[in-house]
Each structure stands twice: as C-alpha cells, then as structure tokens.
C-alpha cells in the first residue's frame, strides 16, 4: 500500500496562547508556529500534511475550531502546542466536545536557552514548559486519551513519534468507514475469531457484512477468458512459475486462481469494501479455497482474515494504513509451530495459504499444491521467505466486556535451514524476550492464534492506535515477564470495569 491513503487527510496544528502578553507576542507566536508547521511538512517525514490554525486565545475561538474540527471529514486529528501559558478552563468546553485525536506536541520554537541575551519577554513568548503543564492537566483532569510528545520539533525521534501517530490517527479514520466482507462465516466451533460486531462498530467503526458463497460464485463464473489470460500473465511476469503450471491441469488450477482473484476483487471493489474474510469451511461454488487471491488483495491493500476472523481482518487492514509507504510490509499471520530448542527457541509462523507479498525477500514462487483440509482441489499459492528484522505480532480479541489488543515484539530471523518441502510462505522469528516469556504471557491474555504481523511499523504505532479507540492494550517484549502480564491483566479486569461506569 502507497502513501497516497493519506492524500486526504490533514491534521490541524493548533496554537494555544492568550491575550495578556500584547500583540507583538501573539504576532510572534503565529509566526513561529507558521514556521514549525512549513518546516515539518517540507521536511517529508510526516504522513499527513499540517494545516497551520489560527492562535487561539479565548474560550469562543476554541469552541469554535474544535467544533469545525469535529466537523470536517479530512481532518484526523489535531496537534496541540502552548507556545505561551494558555489558561486551560477556556479549553474545557472545546476538548469534550472535539470529537478526534489529539496529539500534544511539548515541543518550543527555539532549540536552546540564549543564555547571554535572555530577558523577560524572551521568557514572556517561550512558556511551553508550563503552558504545556496548565493544557495536559485539563486533559488528565477531562480522562482523555491523547499522546504527548516531548522534544525539540526538529528532532528525528519527535518527528517519528508524530509520524506515529498521524498513521494511526489515519487508521482510526479509515476504521470508521471500514466495510468489511464476510464470505461465509465463522469457521464452526472455533471461539477467538468470534465477537460483538455491534459493539466493534462503535468503538472502532467497523462495519461487517456477509455475504453467501453463492454471491461470490457468481463474480467468480462471470470472470472472462480474456481477462483470466491476462492476469496469468501477469503472474508468469511478477513470480516464478512452479513445475507442471504449463499445461494441463496445473495450467487449469492456476487459471481458477486468476479466475477467483477476479471475481474477489470485482466484488470488494463494487461495494467498497476494505477487507474480507474466507473460510475453508464455506467454499460452496468455489473450487479452490482462495490463496493465492488472498495473498494478492492482501498485497494491495485489503484486510484479510481466514476462517471468518473479521477482527483479524479489520485489524491487518489498519495496521496497513498505519505502514503505507514504509518497507517492511504487513501481513495476516498465525503462529503455526515451535522449535523448541532451549535458548535458541523460534516461532514457524505461516497459514494454510495466505500470507501477504509485502513482506517477501527474494523472489515469489507461483504454485499449485495439495491442501490436507477442506476437500478441494489443490490451490494455487505464493511461496516465499520473508525479510528479516524486527517485527510485531498484534492480535484482537473479545473478552466479553471489553476488546483487548495483545502484542508481541519479535524479531524475524532465518530459518536454521532450508525448508525445501514446506508449499506455504512464513515467516521464522524469535519472540521477544523469549518463547517461553512470551508464549505464556500471549496465553494468559487470550492472545488469538492469529495476528496482524508488520515490520513496517511498530509498538508505538499500535500503542497510539488503541489509545485512540480507548481499547485495552498488553505488550510483551524486552523486560516483560509472565508475573508482570498477569497482575497487569488482574489490575486491567478492575479498570476497565470501573472506567466504563454503569
Ligand atoms: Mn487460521
């Protein structure tokens, strides 16, 4: 996925001041922002563009912005800066009612103290460091969620941190308009990938509709010869093609591949739908169940889930717009099998067919292989290695009171081998701090078997994203322990309990 997912999107940097210092100040305050605001965005490493706002100095002015702000469909989010000491009761109003993100930037418009010329007005103008004090505690005393983010603001490590959250501000956004697809439903009997839908919607917007095989079956049918030759070109240009694909019924079963990509696609793309869900259990009209389809759409952007897992689904979709444009790639995953060796001890992390080409190293095999379950005929898939490096695990489940978020920092390493038989792509990686810490605490949060894996983006990310929606977050990685994940369940249980009220 490309960064142009973010072309209509802006967030608002507003300026928070008053009017005891004169004009010359406030003149002097809108000049300076102006100028922060040009820097970053010339400066290319924000997602999302900025819009410089008028300063605000009285309760009306914010209401005012704060409601257009609510109001406006491009913007995301806002960014908040006290240049100067903002008396924060005239904010009150204006932040409960604004309905986006927001982000604090503690940031001031010059780097250091000038130590030879300082004087009175230069401390008059250059208040962040307890203007910004005055505006956080109005925020902690309202319990709203926000990031904040201390620093010069032409550091990198600030500028990344926004970064940060502009994605995932942008990922909250498109989670509101999220339609998800539902071919078939829930594989039978299995529990994690269940959930409330209604309560989904409300708290991150999405939408999941489902849809009989038999819909799809009739996209897939009315899929011409000509456009199926085409796209198997496509596939003999991009990927390496397996032995016996040629001719015959390898030839057949790549074509029915190409066959069910179109009609997916035709489908998701008429209704508007960001991501989608399969299952091996619901293939009714189908011949083959979908891979290398999945793999393909996955690739362009679309959410995937198998086995009806929508939350999967919804999840790899956001986590796609929050690495648009960044290497590293993102994927539908599953932690598949161990190797449980003491002290070199690592995950096989795969899935029956569909994992995501955005996180592929080296080239792409195209093959037609036996698949041991769901009694179809073998289906076409992508077969490769991925990069290596640090990477996420993140995973969405419903705990019936609240949804939970759980995510594990890896790094993904070579496999100790070749893996010469295995007709699947995965990915083999090292959870942090170990497997045994790691595995354990997933378990003891009801970590789901499948996650959204990335290496295009990272804790900060998920962090910023799940405060945005106010959902529960658990992360394991350096430093955690088992004990430390449980009494942070435990406490977790109470707060969630008590944050909700009645
Ligand atoms: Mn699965």
Redesign the pocket.
């Known amino acids: 996925m490309d960064r142009s997912v973010f072309d209509r999107y802006q967030v608002w940097f507003v300026t928070g001041s008053q009017h005891l210092y004169g004009p010359e100040t406030l003149k002097q305050v809108a000049t300076d922002a102006k100028k922060i605001v040009a820097g970053l965005n010339a400066g290319k490493s924000l997602a999302v563009e900025l819009i410089w706002k008028e300063t605000l100095t009285t309760r009306e002015e914010i209401n005012r912005l704060m409601r257009e702000a609510s109001a406006d469909h491009r913007c995301i989010g806002l960014v908040t800066w006290m240049h100067t000491f903002s008396p924060a009761k005239m904010w009150i109003t204006g932040l409960s009612e604004l309905s986006k993100p927001f982000c604090q930037l503690h940031t001031q418009s010059n780097r250091e103290i000038p130590w030879d010329t300082i004087d009175m007005d230069f401390m008059n103008l250059n208040q962040t460091a307890h203007g910004g004090r005055e505006f956080g505690f109005i925020g902690s005393r309202l319990r709203l969620e926000r990031k904040v983010i201390v620093g010069y603001w032409e550091e990198k490590d600030v500028q990344a941190r926004l970064d940060a959250w502009m994605r995932a501000a942008a990922a909250f956004a498109d989670g509101r308009e999220m339609k998800l697809a539902r071919f078939g439903d829930n594989m039978r009997e299995v529990a994690v990938t269940e959930g409330d839908k209604v309560e989904a919607q409300k708290v991150f917007g999405y939408a999941v509709h489902g849809y009989g095989l038999g819909e799809l079956a009739g996209y897939t049918s009315a899929a011409t010869d000509g456009e199926i030759d085409a796209l198997v070109k496509e596939y003999e240009k991009l990927y390496v093609m397996g032995k016996g694909l040629e001719s015959g019924k390898g030839r057949e079963r790549v074509r029915t591949g190409a066959r069910l990509e179109i009609g997916m696609r035709r489908f998701l793309e008429e209704g508007g739908f960001k991501a989608f869900t399969t299952t091996f259990e619901n293939l009714h009209g189908l011949d083959q169940l979908p891979g290398l389809a999945c793999q393909r759409l996955m690739a362009d952007g679309y959410g995937f889930g198998?086995?009806g897992?929508w939350k999967t689904a919804a999840l790899v979709r956001a986590m796609k717009v929050m690495g648009a444009g960044l290497p590293g790639g993102c994927t539908f995953m599953?932690d598949y099998t161990y190797h449980l060796v003491p002290g070199r001890s690592l995950v096989l992390g795969a899935?029956?067919l569909e994992i995501c080409p955005s996180i592929a190293k080296g080239h792409i095999r195209l093959e037609a292989q036996p698949l041991a379950i769901g009694g179809k005929d073998d289906p076409a898939r992508l077969i490769f290695e991925s990069s290596l490096g640090p990477a996420i695990n993140v995973s969405l489940m419903d705990m019936g009171n609240r949804f939970r978020f759980v995510l594990n920092e890896v790094e993904a390493v070579a496999p100790p081998a070749q893996l010469p038989k295995l007709p699947v792509a995965r990915v083999v990686w090292k959870p942090k701090p170990d497997l045994a810490t790691a595995a354990a605490s997933w378990i003891y949060a009801g970590g789901a078997?499948?996650t959204g894996y990335s290496r295009a983006i990272t804790r900060e990310h998920i962090v910023d994203y799940a405060s945005m929606a106010g959902v529960e977050l658990l992360c394991i990685g350096e430093g955690s322990t088992v004990e430390g994940i449980r009494n942070e369940i435990r406490w977790n249980e109470m707060y969630y309990h008590l944050a909700r009220g009645i």
């Open positions: 198998a086995e897992d599953e899935h029956m078997h499948h």
